[in-house]
């Protein structure tokens, strides 16, 4: 049961402050409803019996805060290359309600954007996802609104350049060993036919020996 003044978080909403408790009745049903006063002044209704089940729970702590921006430090986890698979597995990060799925979700489509370039679905779930994050951070810290956004974007930013650099080093690593597995290769291939061209050598001069052998019996 939650109180007037609770900050919480309804999933697929973003955070919000409970404003009252309202009795209403909503096709003949009445029944009370938390009043959750949304970012941009927008209110929600939750009836509820019904919150806790539908995924409705407290916004995180300034602790819990710190380590989903740890999240967002993180190198990207690996997305399915099929859209729909990724959408869907995105999708259901986000509708978990789950601060530490939906920092996930940023940080992997913020990468993603900025390598390749996303979907115009993809654009709009990762504008979702960012505002839903943002929305509780700045709850749990106490902060500004834009000063949180900012922070997220700088902390994402600095990540992408930074795995960016170590995915360059491994490239040139890996390709500098595949060249070294490749002129082996090539070496012992001349190897085998130098081999091959001695031992075929060998046997045309031996042939050609018990040819003029031969003759010089005749």
């Known amino acids: 049961m939650f109180n007037i003044g609770d900050k919480v ?21 009445e029944q009370a409803y938390y009043i959750i006063k949304m970012p941009g002044e927008v209110k929600v209704m939750v009836p509820t019996a019904k919150a806790e089940t539908i995924g409705v729970r407290d916004v995180i702590d300034e602790s819990t ?13 690996e997305m399915s290359m099929n859209w729909n698979k990724r959408y869907r597995d995105n999708m259901d990060k986000m509708k978990s309600g789950d601060a530490y799925e939906i920092a996930d979700v940023v940080r992997n489509l913020s990468f993603k ?11 709009k779930m990762l504008l979702n996802a960012k505002q ?18 900012n922070l997220v974007d700088d902390t994402i930013n600095t990540s992408f350049v930074e795995y960016s650099k170590t ?9 500098s060993s595949r060249r070294q597995q490749r002129s082996k290769k090539i070496h012992s291939i001349r190897s085998s ?5 001695k031992r075929t050598l060998g046997k045309i001069l ?11 019996d005749g």
């Open 9 to 29: 978080v309804y999933p697929m909403h973003g955070a919000g402050t409970i404003e009252s408790i309202e009795n209403k009745s909503i096709l003949g049903e």
């Open 65 to 77: 805060a710190s380590n989903v921006f740890k999240v967002l430090k993180t190198d990207s986890t």
């Open 113 to 123: 954007q900025k390598e390749k370039g996303l979907s115009t679905g993809e654009k």
């Open 132 to 149: 839903i994050l943002v929305s509780e951070l700045t709850l749990a810290g106490k902060q500004n609104k834009d000063d949180v956004e």
């Open 167 to 175: 995915a360059t080093r491994k490239h040139r690593s890996t390709s």
């Open 193 to 197: 036919i130098d081999k091959i061209k």
């Open 206 to 216: 031996k042939s050609s020996f018990l040819i003029g052998k031969v003759l010089e």
